[in-house]
């Protein structure tokens, strides 16, 4: 029986599959992978070597899904094909990443190529889930729906990490004969849950069916002639076109601190175990501050919070630069937790605002592209500066360091540039095109 847009069942079924997919952003990604890579895969390499390693393969990883995500957006508007594409990245992610159990010590080349396959798994996955949020929710059910499925990606993510932690510290007790087989396990562990808690949105979420069915190639072709006369829009909208420059920026920022801190800890010789537990506590820091720093931006506004987040990620990146201790990271880690749900929805809202009432769709397709290339710079800026300062005879620590304070350019530029963007003037430029 088809459930009706709006039911509960339905929508807890789609949101189910954030707490699904985001154990891969938190136990892989974020998580159990930079120090698997380093320590195992790239065992007796340069850290700054194998830091260069990781931060290249986030950027190829973010340029494939940035490359394809105007196609799959348009097959996803157009066509009645979303749960079909969602099913295929889903099991590419789910297998990727299970496939990690199996990687031999030093060989960082295969783990790369799974990785990098993972990524996209999850990446194109979450086009095909998000453009089925209007199926599921009526418009007024919209906000509060999407942030279901945020609160829940927070709070699976951390269940399944938390419970990886203590696998890894404690892997007699789970049968495991030392900390890398469980590390592998953990990994093997996130296939399986992701496999597992995305069967509701599979069995239980339906799409309309399409009155008119088109080839592939005409929908693609459609896509990418929208593409081009979005952009050439955007263009002359110079609110948007600032905004989105500077989002770009900073956001580019964010999701670098999120994929390389652990990473970076490690270079300077912070313990693994240390920084994992301080992830975990961003994790659950991140899942009631996302909902408050909503709510601080209905009190001083969206602007202002945006810029009070970026204000702590430019700290946050600088003081990285300084820090010694083990409990300066969970400093940290907390400091991050508090805004990065935040800076992630605020900016979601107040483009929102600034875009034609009409054409949101397009507008927002355009907003997802230039959010995928967002993972790009800022890990080849780490990778770079780290190898340079290297080479100009920095020690290793030393290179790490001036690596993460890079990062502060970022949240400089992008923060500058969205303090000189006017809300009010890119409400008038879009009603122009309403």
């Known amino acids: ?12 079924s789609w949101a189910m599959y954030d707490w699904a997919n985001s154990v891969f952003a938190t136990t892989v990604m974020a998580g159990f992978f930079p120090v698997f890579f380093k320590q195992f895969c790239c065992a007796g390499t340069d850290p700054v070597t194998s830091t260069a390693r990781l931060g290249f393969a986030n950027s190829f990883a973010g340029i494939l899904v940035a490359l394809f995500a105007p196609i799959l957006g348009a097959i996803a508007d157009r066509g009645s094909t979303k749960k079909k594409f969602l099913t295929f990245f889903l099991f590419m992610g789910v297998v990727m990443t299970s496939a990690l159990y199996i ?14 396959m993972a990524v996209l798994g999850f990446s194109g996955g979450n086009i095909f889930y998000d453009s089925l949020l209007p199926l599921v929710a009526s418009e007024k059910k919209l906000d509060l729906v999407s942030a279901l499925g945020f609160s829940l990606g927070y709070l699976g993510g951390g269940i399944l990490f938390a419970l990886n932690i203590w696998m890894v510290l404690r892997p007699e007790l789970f049968g495991l004969a ?7 396990f953990s990994f093997l562990s996130a296939g399986m849950w992701w496999f597992v808690f995305s069967i509701p949105i599979l069995l239980f979420v339906k799409e ?29 909208l110079k609110t948007i076109f600032l905004f989105l420059i500077a989002y770009w920026l900073y956001i580019d920022g964010v999701d670098t601190i999120i994929r390389m801190a652990v990473d970076y800890g490690m270079s300077i010789g912070f313990n ?10 961003t994790q659950f820091v991140g899942f009631p501050s996302s909902i408050g720093f909503g709510y601080l931006g209905g009190k001083i506004g969206t602007k202002r919070s945006i810029l009070i987040a970026i204000a702590v990620y430019l700290f946050v990146s600088i003081w990285g630069f300084f820090m010694e201790d083990k409990r300066e990271f969970y400093i940290l880690a907390i400091t991050v937790g508090l805004v990065q749900g935040g800076i992630q929805a605020l900016s979601r809202s107040f483009y929102a605002r ?36 290297r080479s100009m005879g920095y020690e290793g620590h030393m290179a790490s360091r001036i690596s993460i304070l890079s990062v502060s350019i970022l949240f400089i530029t992008g923060g500058l540039l969205f303090y000189f963007v006017d809300e009010e003037k890119g409400k008038r430029e879009a009603s122009y095109l309403s």
């Open 354 to 389: 600034i875009i034609p009432a009409d054409k949101s769709a397009e507008y927002f397709g355009f907003y997802n592209m230039v959010g995928k290339f967002s993972i790009v710079l800022g890990p080849v800026l780490i990778g770079a500066v780290a190898l340079m300062a």
């Open 1 to 12: 029986m088809k459930e009706k847009q709006g039911s509960n069942k339905t929508i807890l």
């Open 208 to 236: 309309s069916p399409l009155k008119e069915k088109k080839a592939v190639s005409q929908t693609v072709r459609e896509g990418l002639e929208q593409l081009q006369k979005t952009f050439r829009q955007i263009r002359h």
């Open 272 to 281: 693994p175990k240390d920084l994992l537990l301080a992830l975990l506590i």
């Open 178 to 184: 030392n900390t890398t087989q469980a590390v592998k």
């Open 103 to 116: 990687i031999s010590m030093g060989n960082w080349l295969f783990a790369i190529l799974l990785y990098v």
